[in-house]
């Protein structure tokens, strides 16, 4: 399959995009802060991780993807929404970088399988994961994690931990990641983020088998 450049991303078959991409036309996006988490930047910087294939899921309008890219990344973002994907290929081309990007489902497994994306030794997800509906969807979302992150691979996740809020999305239960991931990932790091004002987890899982 060909490679996809900055200036063209590859469409899945992804329906059900309607909030996000009315959120990124009208610009009501307060998670879209245009820099990569603090704690991705220590890792990068301290050369924990070092450039590699790297997939940002629900990237949005493409900050994390084109750090990594700046950073020598081969990086690859996608988004359910193509409004955000089509910032993101404005925002690489005037950074000039050529990170590639995506339109997809990522709990629709077929979809990512028919991407044809091939291995990533690095997964980020900012915000994606806590997003999506509690349950069948989440499984789902672990099934095409499984189809494109390698054994020994990491994956970093950023998540709302659930409370009684009236606002925003359904976030994590408690262990929540630990039940859905921990057959086939170790978690080594799971601890506070400060990159929101809600209670958010930062974790580091390592995909075991
Ligand atoms: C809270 S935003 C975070 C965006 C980006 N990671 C950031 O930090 O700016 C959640 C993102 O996940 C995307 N998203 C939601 N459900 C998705 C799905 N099933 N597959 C792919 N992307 C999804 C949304 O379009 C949105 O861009």
């Known amino acids: 399959m060909d490679s996809v450049d900055s200036r063209e991303s590859r469409r899945g078959t992804s329906s059900g995009s309607s909030f996000w991409d009315y959120a990124y036309?009208?610009?009501i996006t307060p998670?879209?802060?245009g820099y990569p988490p603090t704690e991705l930047v220590s890792l990068v910087e301290s050369g924990f991780l070092r450039p590699c294939r790297s997939l940002d899921v629900g990237c949005g309008t493409?900050?994390?993807v084109i750090y990594l890219a700046e950073k020598g990344f081969d990086a690859y973002g996608l988004d359910i929404s193509r409004v955000a994907i089509d910032k993101a290929l404005e925002k690489a081309v005037s950074r000039g970088v050529s990170p590639n990007f995506y339109v997809a489902?990522?709990?629709n497994v077929g979809e990512v399988i028919g991407l044809d994306l091939g291995e990533f030794e690095l997964v980020t997800d900012v915000g994606c994961f806590h997003s999506i509906r509690p349950?069948?969807?989440r499984v789902k979302y672990r099934d095409s994690l499984n189809h494109v992150l390698r054994v020994g691979g990491y994956f970093l996740l950023?998540?709302?931990e659930k409370g009684n809020y009236n606002w925003g999305p359904p976030?994590?239960?408690a262990n929540e990641v630990e039940s859905i991931f921990g057959s086939s990932y170790d978690v080594v790091v799971k601890r506070s983020s400060s990159i929101?004002?809600?209670r958010m987890f930062f974790y580091i899982l390592v995909r075991s088998k």
């Open 25 to 27: 036309e009208v610009g």
């Open 31 to 33: 998670w879209d802060v």
């Open 62 to 64: 493409g900050s994390l």
């Open 105 to 107: 489902d990522f709990t």
């Open 135 to 137: 349950g069948l969807d």
């Open 158 to 160: 950023w998540c709302f």
């Open 171 to 173: 976030g994590v239960g």
């Open 196 to 198: 929101s004002s809600r």
